[in-house]
């Protein structure tokens, strides 16, 4: 299996899903998964998706620049870094943001 190819199709799911219905991302996290946001830590599939429909906008769209990749962990693990930018509804100007996601 191709790890950026694994990479890449997780990040389109994810952003596809976010963009669309934010509450069937808690299928992607676990109890122990951590959101780090804006220097809050929130941990747990159903806290983190309790943050994600919390933010103050409800449509928005995610324009992918870079998906870079790498192995983690001595169980197969990846690191993934994701950078682009964000459309709110209602803005006119597009926000800058990065991600990273991290697993064993």
């Not at 790890?3 to 890449?8: C, G, I, N």
């Not at 596809?16 to 941990?43: C, H, P, W």
């Not at 992918?64 to 870094?81: K, W």
């Amino acid at each position: 299996m191709d790890p950026d190819a694994v990479a890449k199709a997780f990040v389109e799911h994810y952003y596809r899903t976010f963009d669309s219905n934010r509450v069937a991302l808690g299928g992607l996290y676990q109890d122990a998964s951590m959101l780090t946001f804006e220097g809050d830590k929130i941990q747990g599939a159903a806290a983190i998706v309790a943050k994600l429909t919390s933010l103050p906008f409800q449509q928005c769209a995610h324009a992918i620049t870079t998906v870079d990749c790498q192995p983690s962990g001595p169980a197969g693990g990846m690191l993934v870094f994701v950078s682009g930018s964000l459309q709110v509804g209602g803005e006119s100007h597009a926000l800058k943001f990065s991600q990273i996601w991290g697993n064993d």
